[in-house]
């Protein structure tokens, strides 16, 4: 079985500041891992995924997020958050094996101050 | 191409009526699913998929809960009889099962029990 924690549920930051938010993940096996973005009013945008290769990976509008198999992490950062980037974030795990649906960390919310 | 679709994006009933969600899933996607969105609880399976065939339904909360895939492209979530604690937003996702994990997900479908 596999799980997710996400540290913080509420991120404030200033624009242009660094965003971090926090993904700890469990797996017995490799597992892929996945940030998606929710605006309000709709539905999980991916934002960008490990699944094998290269740790540190590149997603869209500026975020990134490296994989860390010794410290079962898979932080998502920006360098300069932006007033579009409020929104809420989900972390997410699934593997190869078995079940095939993600699993879901319970979200962490961003907001962005002027 | 169009993405996954869901109707209706919002539903309002009274306790004790049927209620019926509709999701057409991206075409070639083989795995289909239903996920529920509360602030209490976050983002919850309930039933996948593959092949229109259920494979994992131990999310689905109770009998008043079914789902059906009759083809390729088209899945129903019904709840009968519908309850006030059955409020959420519903997600339909697909994905294509050779590809590398990521679920594309609908815009939702807002449910309000009265």
């Known amino acids: 079985a596999q799980s997710v924690t996400q540290l913080g549920s509420h991120v404030s930051v200033s624009e242009g500041a660094l965003v971090l938010l926090r993904c700890n993940y469990s797996?017995?096996?490799?597992?892929?891992l996945f940030w998606y973005v929710q605006y309000p009013n709709q539905g999980l945008q991916l934002l960008l995924k490990?699944?094998?290769?290269?740790?540190l990976v590149k997603g869209i509008n500026g975020f990134e997020a490296e994989f860390k198999k010794s410290e079962t992490s898979f932080h998502l950062t920006k360098p300069s958050a932006h007033m579009s980037d409020a929104a809420e974030y989900f972390c997410?795990?699934?593997?190869?094996?078995?079940?095939?649906?993600?699993?879901f960390g319970s979200g962490t919310r961003l907001q962005v101050q002027p | 191409d169009a993405g996954v679709i869901q109707s209706p994006r919002h539903e309002v009933t009274e306790m004790g009526q049927e209620v019926t969600l509709r999701c057409k899933p991206i075409?070639?996607?083989?795995?289909l699913f239903w996920y529920r969105q509360t602030m209490m609880r976050g983002l919850e399976l309930l039933i996948y998929?593959?092949?229109?065939?259920?494979?994992?339904d131990s999310g689905m909360p109770e009998d008043r809960f079914s789902a059906k895939m009759p083809n390729a492209s088209f899945s129903t979530l019904k709840i009968q009889p519908s309850e006030p604690r059955d409020s959420a937003v519903y997600f339909c996702?697909?994905?294509?099962?050779?590809?590398?994990?990521?679920?594309?997900f609908g815009e939702g479908s807002r449910l309000t029990v009265l």
């Open positions: 797996s017995s096996v490799p597992p892929y």
């Open positions: 997410a795990v699934t593997t190869y094996t078995g079940r095939r649906a993600l699993t």
């Open positions: 490990y699944t094998t290769g290269a740790t």
């Open positions: 996702a697909s994905l294509r099962g050779g590809g590398t994990g990521e679920l594309f």
């Open positions: 075409s070639g996607h083989d795995y």
């Open positions: 998929f593959n092949n229109n065939v259920p494979i994992d």
